[in-house]
């Protein structure tokens, strides 16, 4: 019999007679960027992780550029290096067997990556020399910004390295099972479960809720905070797959199927995933994949799908949807998944919570924390001013899917006009890339930009149509525009007015 090993002393030993600076609950992809960011400004700072182990997911494998700028402004961008990762220059977007590829956006047009003093140091804003997968060479000099694709669980065990290594930070393994409020129902701490030591209450004066899409605690903000879940991915990993563009995302569409994604997440393994239209997952989900998947996934890449495909092993995750909402407890910010979803057909989620910890460390990381009133003043004003960065990526994610899932005729001609207004190239890349990036937070634009595609998607079917169908194009096209509103203004709204 193999003896079951216990977690590492220093992982179970924390003292629970100091009032800590900060309590991060959860050491995923956020909780170790807030950590690291605080204990850099000098804030003493106990995070709290269930499994340290390396966790298998099929989420978080692709990172926007807007992502990997934000790591750099941490001082945390090494965490891609020494993984395998491989560089990702943009998307090819194939539709009923045509395709168009869009190239990220060129950094003269982003601008300057910023630093944040106290975090950015000795070069840690800069990709490590020697990796065999990301060069230096094409991430500081390459003219257009890049993403990454990278095995989750590696990337998390770089972020929790990071934080191992910061002398202000204490890790603690163990479940948290409540958040500890006094009197006034002001946050003031948490309940952690430990192997060993049983239940132990720990106190700070600020407690960062960072538990991701399942999060318990997120519904200390309000009882209505609560995901709603339209759609689910299933994935497979593909090995040795030959890649119609190497380097990019692919996202698959078309007519009759729903959107699938395919990206290279180390030299051998390409994760594939494949939106189902609804929560719950189809009974035989390999019948489903041989049906309504298998005949839209181009050549080069069947052999290894149809090996994946046999092998049968599927990992499925519910979309899931959920604007921010103001952190207005005392002593608490909820941020992360646990704040804010989006679907994750456009890969925005780790951009989103990332610029949220760059947006975080800005405001509150050099205050005291034992003034609890204004720490809760600043995290108001932050509500806001995070809209801006999170509703372009929030809503652009929710709209695509829509259009990519059509259902409907109006939302196929939304698709079809979306393609070829990406054929026309220029802007009409240029911008649709920015925002999905994570490097043009305009929202205003992004409405005019999603107008401007309904708008060609109404000439592209009056050019259908012909002269003569000219009455029904007519009509069609007030349908069509009324679609288009409708599956982005109520996204706009709940984001910028919530
Ligand atoms: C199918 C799918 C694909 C996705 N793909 C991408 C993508 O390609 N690119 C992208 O940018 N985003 C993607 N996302 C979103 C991305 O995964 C999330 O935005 C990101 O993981 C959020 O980080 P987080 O730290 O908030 O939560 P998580 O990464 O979920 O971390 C939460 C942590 O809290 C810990 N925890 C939870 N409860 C407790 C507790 N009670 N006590 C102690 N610890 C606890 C967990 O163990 C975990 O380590 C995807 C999402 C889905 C659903």
Not at 429 to 444: E, I, K, M, T
Not at 459 to 478: D, H, Q, S, T, W
Request: aromatic share 8%; charged share 20%; hydrophobic share 40%.
């Amino acid at each position: 019999m193999t003896a079951v090993q216990g977690p590492a002393p220093e992982l179970v030993n924390a003292d629970e007679t100091v009032t800590y600076d900060a309590l991060v609950v959860g050491c995923g992809v956020i909780g170790p960027c807030v950590a690291t960011g605080l204990a850099r400004k000098g804030k003493k700072v106990l995070i709290v992780e269930r499994d340290w182990s390396m966790p298998d997911r099929i989420v978080g494998e692709l990172m926007q550029p807007g992502g990997v700028r934000a790591l750099r402004t941490l001082g945390m961008v090494q965490s891609i290096n020494g993984i395998e990762a491989m560089p990702v220059t943009g998307y090819t977007v194939f539709y009923n067997g045509e395709k168009v590829v869009i190239p990220y956006p060129y950094k003269a047009d982003t601008g300057a990556v910023e630093k944040i003093s106290g975090l950015v140091r000795d070069g840690n804003d800069k990709i490590a020399n020697g990796d065999q997968t990301i060069s230096v060479q094409d991430f500081e000099l390459d003219e257009r910004e890049r993403g990454v694709g990278f095995v989750h669980g590696r990337f998390l065990q770089n972020l929790r390295e990071i934080v191992a290594q910061e002398p202000n930070i204490t890790r603690l393994q163990g479940n948290v099972t409540e958040i500890l409020k006094n009197k006034q129902n002001e946050v003031i701490g948490a309940k952690v479960d430990i192997a060993g030591r049983g239940k132990v209450d720990f106190h700070a004066h600020v407690t960062f809720v960072c538990d991701g899409i399942f999060s318990r605690f997120r519904r200390e903000l309000s009882p209505e905070h609560v995901p709603k879940v339209g759609s689910s991915f299933v994935g497979m990993s593909l090995y040795h797959a030959k890649m119609p563009s190497p380097n990019h995302g692919h996202v698959i569409l078309g007519t009759n199927h729903m959107p699938i994604l395919v990206y290279q997440i180390s030299p051998e393994e390409t994760r594939i995933l494949c939106a189902f239209n609804s929560p719950k997952l189809p009974s035989n989900i390999k019948e489903w994949m041989r049906k309504d998947v298998q005949p839209f996934i181009p050549e080069s890449l069947r052999p290894s799908f149809d090996d994946a495909l046999s092998q049968g092993k599927f990992k499925s995750m519910p979309n899931s949807f959920l604007p921010g909402r103001q952190n207005n407890v005392l002593g608490l910010c909820v941020i992360g998944d646990a704040l804010n979803m989006r679907h994750p057909l456009t890969g925005g989620g780790m951009t989103v919570g990332l610029n949220d910890v760059v947006l975080l460390i800005k405001k509150i990381g050099n205050l005291d924390f034992s003034e609890r009133e204004l720490i809760l003043d600043e995290l108001l004003d932050y509500h806001f001013e995070r809209k801006t960065y999170d509703s372009v990526i929030n809503v652009l994610s929710i709209a695509l899917y829509s259009l990519f899932a059509a259902d409907n005729d109006n939302l196929r001609a939304l698709q079809k006009g979306c393609f070829k207004y990406f054929k026309r190239g220029g802007d009409c890349v240029r911008l649709p890339v920015s925002f999905l990036s994570g490097v043009l937070p305009r929202p205003f634009l992004l409405t005019k930009v999603f107008f401007s595609v309904a708008l060609y998607a109404v000439y592209v079917n009056f050019e259908k149509r012909g002269p003569l169908g000219f009455p029904v194009a007519l009509l069609e096209g007030i349908a069509i525009l009324f679609t288009a509103a409708r599956v982005f203004t109520p996204y706009l709204y709940a984001e910028m007015i919530g």
